[in-house]
Structures are given as structure tokens and as C-alpha cells.
């Protein structure tokens, strides 16, 4: 059987057509076919397959906020990172060049 769009969907049994050039044997409308493969696909799926889908996806969805929670947490150090750097800065003598120099590479590290 092979499906054949032409106008209306129509599952065709052409193998004797094919191999031994008779005439197609039959023809079956899809739609009521393929309605009928959907709703046993449904009845298919027990609620205990149902709950274990809910199961799953919850557990994904607490893995997601872990993720977005760690990543909160990580951009909160960089920023109290580089708030450290400029206070280092800030606070570093004007008249010490290299240190100076040196802190103000970190803060800009940080920043980044």
C-alpha cells in the first residue's frame, strides 16, 4: 500500500500494477484511515504513561530553573568581582603607578 495525493489522500495497493502491470486492486480513502490510526494512538497512551510525561516535565522544568538559578548566582560573583576590583582601585595611591596599573588591568578583567 502507498499513499497517493492527487486530489483526495488514497492509499493504493499498486504492487501487481508494479510487477506485473494489472490494474491497482484497491483503492481506500486516508482520511477515515488515518483517523482512525490517531484515535488508537490516543486510546494508546494509558494514563499511567500520561502521569509519567507530567513526571518528566516537571523534572525538566526544576533542571531549567537550576540552570537560570546557578547562572543567577554565577553573574552575581562577576559583579561582586569587579565591584571588588574598582574599590581596589578606587583605593590605590595615585602616586604608586604599577599598582595602580595593575588594579585598574583587574577591574577591567572583571568588567569583562
Known amino acids: 500500500m502507498v499513499v497517493q ?19 491497482v486492486c484497491q483503492y ?3 482520511v477515515s484511515i488515518d483517523e482512525f490510526v490517531i484515535g488508537q494512538f490516543f486510546a494508546a497512551l494509558t494514563p499511567a504513561e500520561l502521569d509519567l510525561y507530567n513526571r518528566v516535565l516537571g523534572e525538566f522544568s526544576r533542571a531549567s530553573n537550576d540552570v537560570r538559578r546557578a547562572r543567577e548566582q554565577q553573574l552575581e560573583r562577576l559583579r561582586y568581582h569587579a565591584s571588588l576590583a574598582e574599590r581596589q582601585f578606587q583605593k590605590a595611591d ?4 604599577l599598582v595602580a596599573a595593575e588594579l585598574e588591568k583587574r577591574w577591567e578583567s572583571a568588567l569583562r
Open 28 to 30: 481506500l480513502p486516508a
Open 94 to 97: 595615585p602616586d604608586n603607578r
Open 5 to 23: 495525493y492527487k486530489g483526495r489522500p488514497t492509499y493504493i495497493c499498486n504492487h501487481l500494477r508494479q510487477q506485473h502491470g494489472e490494474p
